[in-house]
């Protein structure tokens, strides 16, 4: 059986693949609407980041990066599951405290 790795992406680049994945989902032009990043903590640790892209007339299009899963789990307007994948990701230590 042979095993296929995804490449480690660096943050930016992370963070650039979920802004481009919550557009598509959303039909929303890339680099048009503020994205906001903030980390998930479980119990005061930190355990992943959520993502916002804020859209016209308040939509908002959110994604949940799983950091021990290495799982990123995006959300559409409605807050239903739309995708998810699995991402190798270098993220700082600590990791960012984003705004």
């Known amino acids: 059986m042979i095993g296929f790795h995804s490449p480690t992406l660096s ?6 693949h979920v802004e481009s994945m919550l557009c ?3 039909q929303l032009e890339t680099g048009q609407f503020p994205m906001t990043k903030r980390p998930v903590l479980r119990g005061g640790t930190s355990c992943g980041l ?7 007339r308040s939509v908002k299009l959110t994604a949940v990066y799983d950091s021990r899963q290495k799982t990123t789990i995006y ?3 409605d ?3 739309r995708h998810d994948e699995r991402i190798s990701v270098n993220l700082p ?7």
């Open 11 to 16: 943050f930016e680049q992370f963070c650039q």
């Open 24 to 26: 598509r989902l959303g």
């Open 50 to 56: 959520y993502f916002c892209v804020h859209g016209p």
């Open 75 to 77: 959300y559409g307007t």
């Open 79 to 81: 807050g239903s599951r």
């Open 93 to 99: 230590s600590p990791q960012p405290h984003c705004a």
